[in-house]
Each structure stands twice: as C-alpha cells, then as structure tokens.
Nanobody, 123 residues
Framework: QVQLVESGGGLVQAGGSLRLSCAASGRTFSSYAIGWFRQAPGKERVVVAAISWSPSTPYYADSVKGRFTISRDNAKNTVYLQMNSLKPEDTAVYYC????????????????WGQGTQVTVSS
C-alpha cells in the first residue's frame, strides 16, 4: 500500500516556475514507478512525466519536454516535478500516481493516487 500527498501548487505568471512534490508512505516506495498527471477542467487526465524505480530515462509528454523535469529521492520517499517556463495551458490539477513495475502513460495503469494540487498560470 502506498499513500501519496502532493504539494507545491499555486498561482504563477507565465514564464515562471514551480516545483511540485509527491511525498509517499510505504516501505517499498523505491520499487514503484511514479507518474505525474494533470487534468484541466472538462478534459481527461493525461500523463505529464513519469519515472521508474530503477535508473532509466524518464518519460515526458511532448507538451512539457525541455520545460519540466521529474526526479526522485528514494531516501526521502519523494518525487519532484520541476516546472519551468510555465504557460497558461499548463493550468490544471496535478496528481502523482504510483504503480509497481515500469513506467506507463495511461491513468488506469496506476494503482495509487494523491489528492491533487492546483497549478494556475496567468497570462
């Protein structure tokens, strides 16, 4: 069982930065892949970035490549999403999710979810 809590969301102007954190409970956190998803009003929940439990290349959605960076600190049971050069279209509720095994990009492939944190980018 893994419990996830997101933090770090807020209101920022276009071009600004935010760092989201996903704190996890559970002794086996290091064996889980973690994904960051976002959901804008009226839209489906989509993957933004994902990172494996093992050293490997993270996944990024095309819309955030070069602007967002996902990283994890297994000692702190925390995954981060550094978001730079934010755009109004990045506005959404951001969720972190966990699954055992490798990276996947669909929300139904993840078993555990946080409550979400709002990110609002003003133009």
């Amino acid at each position: 069982q893994v419990q996830l809590v997101e933090s770090g969301g807020g209101l920022v102007q276009a071009g600004g930065s935010l760092r989201l954190s996903c704190a996890a409970s559970g002794r086996t956190f290091s064996s889980y892949a973690i994904g960051w998803f976002r959901q804008a009003p009226g839209k489906e929940r989509v993957v933004v970035a994902a990172i494996s439990w093992s050293p490997s290349t993270p996944y990024y959605a095309d819309s955030v490549k070069g602007r967002f960076t996902i990283s994890r600190d297994n000692a702190k049971n925390t995954v981060y999403l550094q978001m730079n050069s934010l755009k109004p279209e990045d506005t959404a509720v951001y969720y972190c999710a966990a699954r055992q095994g490798g990276i996947r990009t669909m929300s139904y492939q993840y078993d555990y979810w946080g409550q979400g944190t709002q990110v609002t980018v003003s133009s």
